[in-house]
């Protein structure tokens, strides 16, 4: 089963500053944190693909109606108070498994070395219907 872990720029569960005001020891040790977690997953077999997203400065909202040039904004709107900043897929047994990954994530170091208890939002993968059938 493949689930996707999606986590969101927006406010943590423990209330921390954003990472652009953290001291660049606790930015390295969040990403060493992240790295290994990614290795131990790549050893177990469950790793699928897993990346950082540019912040949501650089995001651009498309919009088409299939005919005539697509709409294109910058974004993201200033009401926007969550954005993907990154995601996890990983292919593992259960949901079950999904979650103690997706915990894992969550309790990544922020300040201090605290966890950062950050909302990871877990969707499995849905296969397309199979053309044959």
Not at 81 to 98: F, N, P, Q
Request: hydrophobic share 40%.
């Amino acid at each position: 089963m493949r689930f996707m872990l999606l986590q969101n720029y927006g406010e943590v569960e423990s209330g921390c500053a954003p990472m652009t005001e953290w001291t660049p020891g606790d930015v390295k040790a969040h990403i060493d944190f992240q790295h290994a977690l990614n290795q131990e997953l790549t050893e177990r077999g469950e790793l699928v693909d897993a990346q950082g997203l540019a912040g949501p400065d650089q995001a651009r909202f498309v919009v088409s109606a299939g005919t005539g040039a697509p709409v294109i904004t910058d974004g993201p709107f200033p009401e926007s108070k969550e954005l993907l900043a990154g995601y996890r897929m990983v292919d593992v047994e259960s949901l079950a498994r999904a979650l103690e990954i997706a915990a894992q994530a969550s309790a990544a170091p922020g300040p201090d070395g605290a966890p950062i208890r950050q909302a990871i939002e877990v969707r499995e993968v849905l296969s397309a219907p199979d053309p044959e059938v």
